[in-house]
């Protein structure tokens, strides 16, 4: 059944793609998770990450990062090349205070081998957002930096966030793709990147991390939600 089902949201996306115009069109939603069970927390599949620990409560998606481990990375059952995905983030009070400032909470799209993807980041106590391209040879490209972000909100609290990248379709700039992160209402980064063919993934999820060994980091996802570009 979750094969099937994973397989369905990808035609959707295919089928749509097919007929969309540009990467401005309205957007319709296509997928949706509160992790309000565990047959939807279970929707989420491990992408990255060595020791990774997950669980819920009755509303959210758990993780904890175990040793030796940087990141871990989920991807949800929504595949696709242009896509908008949103979710909300928390820095649980949990972690460590040695790791409290470094942790980071992040969305990301394209995402493939190797961990390439566009990537946003928010960190909580530095209120932080960085729109990062992360490359197949473990190399980052820093697309924006935002710095004193007020919508970025501390430990436990809800970080509304949301990364969109649709590749454009006429015009001057045909073949690259825009790139637009939210993080809150505040738009941190809006980027035309005229490399996107360096990512072909077409993953989508969400990571947590602290870009170094993030033993005991823990966070929690909720409220997933993926659209893409209306051909209506």
Avoid: W
């Amino acid at each position: 059944m979750k094969l099937r089902f994973t397989a369905l949201i990808a035609v959707t996306c295919a089928l749509a793609l097919l007929l969309v115009g540009s990467a401005g069109a309205a957007l319709i939603g296509v997928y949706r998770n509160t992790m309000e069970g565990k047959d939807q927390r279970g929707q989420m599949v491990k992408l990255a990450g060595e020791r990774c620990a997950r669980g819920g409560s009755d509303h959210a998606f758990r993780v904890m990062i175990g040793k030796r481990t940087k990141e871990c990375s989920y991807r949800t059952p929504v595949v696709g090349r242009d896509l908008e995905i949103a979710a909300v983030a928390r820095l649980l009070r949990s972690t460590p205070m040695s790791l409290q400032r470094k942790a980071f909470l992040a969305l990301d799209l394209r995402a493939g081998g190797a961990g390439a993807r566009y990537q946003l980041a928010v960190y909580p106590l530095q209120r932080k957002a960085q729109l990062r391209k992360v490359l197949s040879d473990g190399s980052v490209q820093y697309l924006r930096i935002a710095k004193n972000v007020k919508t970025v909100k501390g430990l436990d609290g809800a970080n509304e966030l949301r990364l969109r990248a649709f590749n454009v379709t006429s015009g001057p700039e045909k073949g690259k793709c825009h790139v637009l992160a939210y993080v809150g209402k505040t738009l941190v980064a809006d980027v035309t990147d005229d490399a996107s063919g360096d990512l072909q993934g077409r993953a989508s999820g969400f990571s947590v991390g602290a870009g170094t060994n993030a033993k005991g980091l823990v966070a929690s996802l909720d409220d997933i939600v993926i659209r893409l570009p209306s051909p209506f």
